[in-house]
Each structure stands twice: as C-alpha cells, then as structure tokens.
C-alpha cells in the first residue's frame, strides 16, 4: 500500500463512523488539557467527518469542563482505535467551538432526533444529583439547546497506524489550515 492509499483509507473509516452507529471509530476518545495542564481524555461520539477540509465534528454540553478545557487551550488530539480493522488513528488539531445561538449550533440542534436532545437536559455534566433520571422540571422541550455545543477540529496531524500479523505499518500525515495535505511520510511502528 501507499502512503496516498493508507491516508485515503483512514479517512473513509472515520467518514463512514460518522455515518454508521456500528462503525468502528463511532465513539473515540477526545483529550484535552485542564487548567492545570493534567491531560483529561473521554469517549465522544463522531458527529462529522469532513475528509476533504480534514475536520471532525462532535457535540457536547457548554457547560461540561471539555468544553471550558477547550475554550481555554483550544489545541487536542483525538484517539481512535477500530478492534475489526486492527488500526489506530491519532488525530492532532485544533478545536473551534460553537455555542447556542450560533448558526452552527442552531442548524445542527434541529435536526436532532428528540431523543438526542434530552441528553442535554438537567444539570451542568459532572454534577452531583439525588436520582438517577432526570427530574420533571428539567425536561423541558427548549431546555437543552442553550447548554447544546458544537465542536469542530481542524485537524493539523494524523499518525495512522495499521496492525497486522507481519509488518505493521505506521504513517504520518501533516495538513495546512485548509487541510491540504503538506507533508507524508512512513514512521516505524
């Protein structure tokens, strides 16, 4: 395989997790750094894969300390390991955040199933509650898409590594701003 053929081949699996529930790199990890510098990593769910501008897309409670992390250092790197195709992607970049009100936020808050929607009622993520559902109050059709954020990574570095029987393959790719490709090259494993 190529270096072009490997790249174009990671980025279909994360075009296709953003399409499919079942896919492989549907859920991977997002970390940041919290105001302490301590790295602080947690599952998200692909929303968006963009291959062409090489940006991902997920979306997150405003008030979840990710999203502060974020505003705060806005640089991340996004894991995701797929157990059937045996290959990990490390995705570096940067983030830009969208709240409500934004026309981001907005566009994407519609279409959301309703089920989808509840999980951003209640309280600020992280917060102690006396129950484990939610309470009537918080159910409000509106409530949640003031606390309903868009997260979108421009993605600056992909180290793509491909597990095999003999002869694991590792590469690294490096994009400009715009994502156009500037750099490739094999790396050992």
Request: proline residues 5%; neutral net charge; aromatic residues 8%.
């Amino acid at each position: 395989m190529d270096l072009r053929s490997f790249e174009a081949a990671a980025w279909t699996e994360l075009m296709d997790a953003a399409a499919d529930p079942h896919a492989g790199f549907r859920y991977v990890t997002l970390c940041t750094a919290d105001t302490a510098q301590r790295p602080q990593a947690r599952i998200v769910v692909l929303r968006e894969c963009d291959d062409a501008r090489r940006r991902l897309t997920f979306h997150t409670d405003v008030r979840s300390p990710k999203w502060q992390e974020m505003a705060a250092n806005p640089q991340v790197t996004v894991l995701g390991y797929c157990h059937e195709r045996r290959l990990q992607l490390r995705l570096a970049g940067q983030v830009h955040c969208y709240a409500a009100g934004s026309e981001i936020a907005r566009r994407i808050w519609r279409a959301l199933p309703s089920h989808t929607r509840q999980t951003y009622h209640g309280g600020p993520p992280g917060e102690v509650r006396a129950t484990a559902s939610l309470t009537d109050e918080s159910t409000e059709p509106e409530a949640g898409e003031s606390r309903f954020g868009v997260v979108i990574v421009q993605v600056v570095s992909l180290d793509a590594y491909q597990l095999q029987r003999n002869d694991n393959q590792r590469a690294l790719f490096r994009y400009a701003a715009d994502g156009v490709l500037q750099a490739s090259e094999w790396i050992n494993p």
